[in-house]
């Protein structure tokens, strides 16, 4: 099955810095995707949805100048949290798309998550 | 814009019982995909079952089953048999299909956590 990677699993930073997660489509290309933010026993939280090539679009309510996201290829997208402070903290799920053969099907699948700590 | 409903924050089910648990959405599309999604403790997510709208016959995988009620906008997963390992967090959520101006995200209820008491 198609199989989505993060990078890192887990990272903790100290307040003031930036910190970047990968989010990598390993067997299929990835037109569209997402990052979502969950907190404790919370849902996820859509947060953005990239296309490759063309800028991210925003939640309402999410900063786009905290949460830069990058969709450079078919099977790469990037989440930098620029400035992070502790409420920033944290587990980070990106998803991707299949491109879907025929219009026929849109699979989306997730990663394994990002848990970022800020101290 | 559209809804999705979670009305069983917690729930639990004695090992090889049978549990249903409940989710309604809120849409004026004829066109759509639902979803259940299971997170256990790793966070992980993995798609449980999925329905096309516009099929009438109830989706089912193995030990999972769903009752699609569209006219009343209610979509419950049943799972038969209940084991240990299906014990976790269990999402229901609803999709546009990505066309026609709609980027075809998912929109997650807030979730059912799901014991098995063994």
């Known amino acids: 099955g198609a199989v989505v990677s993060q990078h890192p699993s887990w990272v903790i930073c100290k307040s003031g810095t930036s910190v970047k997660i990968e989010c990598r489509s390993l067997d299929f290309q990835a037109t569209t995707m997402f990052w979502y933010r969950q907190f404790p026993k919370q849902s996820l939280m859509l947060m953005a949805t990239s296309n490759e090539g063309s800028k991210a679009t925003y939640e309402q309510g999410v900063e786009k100048d905290k949460f830069l996201i990058n969709h450079a290829s078919l099977t790469l997208s990037t989440l930098t949290v620029t400035s992070a402070h502790p409420e920033d903290s944290s587990f980070y799920i990106c998803s991707a798309r299949d491109r879907g053969l025929a219009g026929i099907s849109y699979e989306q699948y997730f990663g394994p998550g990002t848990r970022l700590t800020v101290t | 814009a559209q809804t999705v409903t979670q009305s069983q924050p917690e729930m639990s089910v004695q090992e090889a019982e049978t549990v249903t648990l409940s989710c309604t959405y809120d849409?004026?599309?004829?066109?759509?995909?639902l979803f259940w999604y299971k997170q256990p403790p790793s966070r992980q997510m993995i798609l449980v079952i999925r329905?096309?709208?516009?099929?009438?016959q109830n989706a089912t995988e193995n030990r999972f089953s769903v009752n699609f009620q569209k006219a009343a906008k209610s979509f419950s997963l049943k799972i038969s048999d209940s084991q240990l390992g299906d014990a976790a967090m269990y999402f229901c959520a609803y999709r546009n299909p990505p066309y026609g101006g709609s980027q075809g995200n998912l929109i997650f209820g807030k979730g059912t956590k799901l014991s098995v008491k063994p």
């Open positions: 329905q096309e709208a516009y099929k009438q």
């Open positions: 849409t004026s599309e004829s066109d759509y995909y």
